[in-house]
């Protein structure tokens, strides 16, 4: 068989990006907006799910999943948004997962 992954995660005014692994590690600007994309080019399309600090994340006002679970929007971050991060997509074929560590920085 063939395994291909792609990730992609896109940051407004980040201060860092570091790739460990599989794990990212994301600096971010408190009071600016994080956008984090989990990998979904999958046939069948996969189903998504966000989690934080390995609970399922909770959306509000501030953070929103958004395009059936491919981007997890968080706005006007605060240190209490700092964490883990972590998403995971799954099919009938198998699942995937991307860990993003976000530290907020004032």
Do not use: K, M
Not at 24 to 49: D, F, K, N
């Amino acid at each position: 068989g063939e395994d291909s992954r792609s990730f992609h995660v896109s940051i407004q005014a980040p201060r860092s990006i570091v790739s460990i692994g599989e794990t990212y590690s994301i600096t971010a600007v408190a009071g600016g907006q994080l956008i984090l994309e989990c990998p979904e080019a999958a046939v069948p399309p996969p189903h998504i799910e966000w989690h934080r600090e390995r609970s399922p994340l909770q959306e509000d006002a501030r953070r929103q999943v958004l395009a059936g679970g491919r981007f997890l929007q968080i706005q006007a971050l605060g240190a209490a948004d700092g964490g883990e991060y972590s998403c995971r997509a799954t099919n009938a074929l198998g699942d995937t997962s991307l860990r993003v560590q976000v530290e907020v920085h004032g």
